[in-house]
């Protein structure tokens, strides 16, 4: 099992699993000891280096779930078993997994995150007692990691989902993922880990403080442009904060005190 790397390790794709037309999965030929939550720094050579986040469960070989956006993520998303990138990291501060009630959001692509807190969750299950995750996406064909569902629910996990325009056979819900607060099975003092855009993170903090949830046990994950990964090249700020070093996830205390957080 591998510690901190500061500096990029070559690393061979075991595996590419194909989520969506734009979405992939590539698991690769290093084991992290990470916290979920947080983030590697990915690079292919002569294009440029990215921040993902950890998709995998701790200790499991690393994997890495990305939309092609641009200009790294079509390289990356390019890539087949064999080939090699760097890796930098785990860095930040991920998710604090106390044990209780856990509500988990994820919107689109805010999933990969999740999904390693879920792992440890199903780990130490005992430790914790009402396990739920809201997910939400825009479509039934864009919901990531469909094939873990069953194996969650078998877990204990209340898996609640909706999307914003339905698709031929979707019988699930339709909306957006704070209309899933009907369904919440958890107490209004469970730990809540957050990850999505913005605007919905926003409505989510926003519901969720309206029901009695505690913002400084609601836990938000921020996206910002990165360069170090590190703490000191100064392009990740959020108010006074680093998002790569203090962040990237943020208690929605500390977050509805900047305004330019986002998420108020
Ligand atoms: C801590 C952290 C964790 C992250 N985890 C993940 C993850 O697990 N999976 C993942 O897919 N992404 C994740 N991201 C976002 C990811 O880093 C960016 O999508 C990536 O930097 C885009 O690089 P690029 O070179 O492909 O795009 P660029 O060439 O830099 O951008 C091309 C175009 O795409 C736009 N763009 C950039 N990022 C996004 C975006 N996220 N969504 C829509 N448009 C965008 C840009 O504004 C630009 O117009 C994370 C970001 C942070 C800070
Ligand atoms: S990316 Fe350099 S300080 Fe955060």
């Given at each position: 099992m591998e510690g901190v790397s500061w500096v990029p390790r070559l690393t061979r794709v075991l595996e590419r699993v194909q989520h969506t037309a734009d979405t992939v999965s590539l698991k690769l030929d290093l084991s992290l000891n990470h916290q979920p939550g947080q983030f590697v720094q990915v690079s292919v050579p002569g294009v440029g280096e990215i921040p993902l986040s950890?998709?995998?469960?701790?200790?499991d070989r690393l994997m890495i779930t990305f939309r092609r956006v641009g200009r790294v993520t079509a390289a990356l998303y390019g890539l087949g078993v064999g080939d090699s990138i760097g890796v930098r990291g785990p860095f930040g501060r991920g998710f604090p997994l106390e044990g209780g009630d856990v509500l988990l959001v994820a919107g689109g692509m805010g999933l990969p995150p999740i999904r390693s807190a879920l792992g440890s969750i199903l780990r130490e299950?005992?430790?914790?007692g009402t396990v739920q995750l809201l997910y939400g996406a825009?479509?039934?064909?864009?919901?990531?990691?469909?094939?873990?569902y069953d194996a969650w629910r078998r877990g204990d996990v209340v898996v609640s989902l909706i999307v914003d325009e339905a698709e031929d056979g979707w019988r699930g819900r339709v909306g957006v993922?704070?209309?899933?607060?009907?369904?919440?099975?958890?107490?209004?003092?469970a730990t809540v880990l957050v990850c999505g855009p913005e605007i919905m993170m926003k409505f989510v903090g926003r519901g969720l403080l309206k029901m009695g949830f505690d913002p400084k046990r609601i836990y938000m994950s921020m996206e910002r442009h990165m360069k170090?990964?590190?703490?000191?090249?100064?392009?990740?700020?959020i108010g006074p904060y680093y998002v790569c070093r203090d962040g990237p996830v943020f208690d929605f205390e500390t977050l509805r005190n900047i305004p330019e957080s986002g998420v108020i």
């Open positions: 950890v998709a995998s469960f701790p200790g299950r005992d430790r914790f825009r479509r039934p064909s864009l919901l990531l990691y469909r094939e873990e993922v704070t209309e899933l607060f009907d369904e919440l099975e958890v107490g209004s003092d170090c990964g590190v703490g000191l090249c100064g392009h990740c700020n």
